[in-house]
């Protein structure tokens, strides 16, 4: 069984980087999940040749799964992919970003004829319905602070923002 841990900033440079997803939010600073087949997932994918870098891949599958386009995009850090079968370990990383342009949900070019649902919830119900233990709860909260941070949108939870001198009170609340 594969070993994940999160790992916050850039990717090592000799690591090989196989998926890059986003963990984005509204204006309102809610997150961005897509639905397939009754599960929720975030949006991105594998890189491809004809991506320039791993923020193309990125803007390239929020276009194609979910319609949206987003502005600046930041590095948050990286899913730390150990098979623990001898091979080295891989990153699958996670970026931050704000969506601003939703467009009407189409069929992904990839899979023709698909057409994902899409939701957006708080940064702490998509940590729950994410359901990736505290690698997931971790990435989560680390993008919110990035977005809070960084692109000025204040995020809440109930009624704290999200920084981290209350980050554990938000992991204890994931657990209730």
């Known amino acids: 069984m594969a070993k994940i841990t999160w790992e916050k900033g850039s990717v090592p440079v000799n690591?090989?980087?196989?998926?890059?997803?986003?963990?984005?939010?509204?204006?309102?600073?809610?997150?961005?999940?897509?639905?397939?087949?009754g599960r929720y997932k975030l949006t991105g994918g594998k890189p491809e040749e004809s991506d320039p870098d791993y923020y193309a891949t990125l803007r390239r599958e929020l276009?194609?799964?979910?319609?949206?386009?987003?502005?600046?995009?930041?590095?948050?850090?990286?899913?730390?992919?150990?098979d623990e079968n001898g091979a080295p370990a891989y990153a699958q990383i996670r970026m931050a970003g704000i969506?601003?342009?939703?467009?009407?949900?189409k069929p992904d070019p990839d899979r023709p004829g698909c057409v994902y649902g899409r939701v957006f919830v708080s940064p702490l119900r998509?940590?729950?319905?994410?359901?990736?233990?505290?690698?997931?709860?971790?990435?989560?909260?680390?993008?919110?602070?990035?977005?809070?941070?960084h692109f000025n949108i204040k995020i809440m939870?109930?009624?704290m923002?999200?920084?981290e001198e209350n980050r554990l009170k938000w992991l204890i609340e994931k657990e209730d």
């Not at 690591?15 to 087949?37: A, N, P, S």
């Open 63 to 82: 276009r194609e799964e979910a319609n949206c386009l987003a502005g600046d995009l930041r590095m948050v850090g990286y899913q730390k992919v150990n």
């Open 99 to 105: 969506i601003e342009e939703i467009g009407e949900a």
């Open 15 to 37: 690591m090989e980087v196989r998926q890059v997803y986003g963990i984005f939010f509204d204006r309102q600073g809610r997150v961005l999940l897509r639905i397939e087949k």
């Open 161 to 163: 923002l999200v920084n």
């Open 157 to 159: 939870v109930d009624d």
């Open 126 to 149: 998509a940590a729950v319905l994410l359901n990736w233990g505290q690698v997931g709860v971790n990435q989560i909260y680390d993008a919110a602070v990035e977005v809070q941070t």
